[in-house]
């Protein structure tokens, strides 16, 4: 049994507690909030909810700690710290700042003997993988990531985290002339503006500066400044009634050519259509905490991603099993 710990209780959170559930190898051992940990009601009966300054008397009672904070402020500060302390997973999900957080993150866990892994979803994460496959098998081709339409956790978080803002949802919609010319076998030189439009729709307080607001959206580096954003704020009451969903997907593909000549044009495309992004990214955290496991009793240390993972470590079947039903 893999005894799982949850730190924060948002929507990411709440979906690793319903994926532990659907995971017989695995239960869930405690949550810990920065919030008044009474405040906070979870759906597993029998489990504590606790302060997260009470992690460290855990630390022989939890085998991995699933982080559910935002890649914003708070990933980048909190993995490399519970690291020191645990076999530790994290959805972070800010691709230009990966290389900076796997040293710090990598740094902790090294130093203590813990393994820790980085930026598990589904992109990063699964679409990771996909066009690290594509890439290998087709070596002549180029590679294309769509996102949307849907609702990304990130950069509703970002834009939360602005003076003025009480909630957004941020949708990510591709832009359709694009797919179809990268479908088609173009292989398109596209530049991001070109593949994607960002949508926020806004909550703010009475009184704040909504064109300040908008501003610091529509410049804020590594989320919407390179592309074309547009801003609308709404009521609270139209937030709820509208956009209580968290929707989401998109679409991996590579376009290449085969043969001696590149006579043969190939495309691979991998594809998910997700009624719940923070759920199925929830999913893809508890099977990784099962693969830390597996790679910790193999003598594995220090950060790992999602490429490091053999498929095998991710599932709950037997060698036997898998080559049976699976291959």
């Known amino acids: 049994m893999i005894n799982i710990g949850i730190v924060g209780y948002g929507n990411l959170a709440r979906g690793v507690e319903c ?3 659907q995971n017989p190898d695995m239960a869930l051992a405690a949550v810990f909030t920065r919030r008044d940990p009474a405040t906070v009601k979870i759906l597993t009966p029998n489990v504590p909810v606790l302060s997260l300054d009470e992690t460290a008397a855990w630390k022989d009672r939890i085998d991995v700690m699933i982080l559910c904070g935002g890649s ?9 710290v519970i690291a020191r302390d645990f076999n530790v997973i994290d959805s972070f999900d800010t691709h230009a700042a990966i290389p900076a957080h796997f ?18 979803g589904w992109d990063p994460g699964l679409f990771s993988v996909n066009r690290l496959y594509a890439s290998a098998i087709l070596p002549n081709g180029k590679d294309y990531t769509f996102w949307g339409k849907g609702v990304s956790q990130g950069h509703s978080d970002a834009v939360r985290r602005i003076p003025g803002v009480l909630d957004c949802r941020q949708y990510t919609i591709p832009v359709p002339e694009a797919m179809d010319r990268v479908r088609a ?3 398109p030189e596209l530049t991001t503006r070109e593949k994607h439009t960002r949508y926020c ?7 704040a500066d909504k064109a300040a607001i908008e501003h610091a959206i529509k410049t804020m580096p590594n989320y919407f400044s390179d592309y074309d ?10 937030m709820r009634r509208d956009h209580a969903g968290l929707p989401h997907g998109g679409s991996v593909i590579r376009s290449g050519v085969t043969g001696w000549n590149g006579e043969s044009r190939q495309t691979i495309e991998y594809k998910l259509t997700l009624d719940s ?17 597996r790679m910790k009793a193999r003598g594995v240390a220090g950060c790992q991603t999602i490429f490091d993972v053999a498929p095998a470590d991710l599932s709950p079947m037997s060698r036997e099993d898998m080559l049976a039903h699976m291959l």
């Open 19 to 21: 994926a532990i559930r």
């Open 72 to 80: 914003a402020t708070d990933l980048p500060k909190m993995t490399p």
């Open 103 to 120: 040293a710090a993150v990598d740094a902790a866990a090294a130093e203590s003997g813990h393994i820790a892994f980085i930026s598990v």
């Open 185 to 187: 076998g173009e292989n």
């Open 201 to 207: 729709y806004v909550v703010a307080e009475d009184g």
């Open 229 to 238: 954003t547009t801003v609308e704020f709404i009521t609270m009451e139209e």
């Open 277 to 293: 992004n923070p759920q199925f990214t929830a999913c893809v955290l508890v099977a990784c905490a099962r693969a830390a496991m």
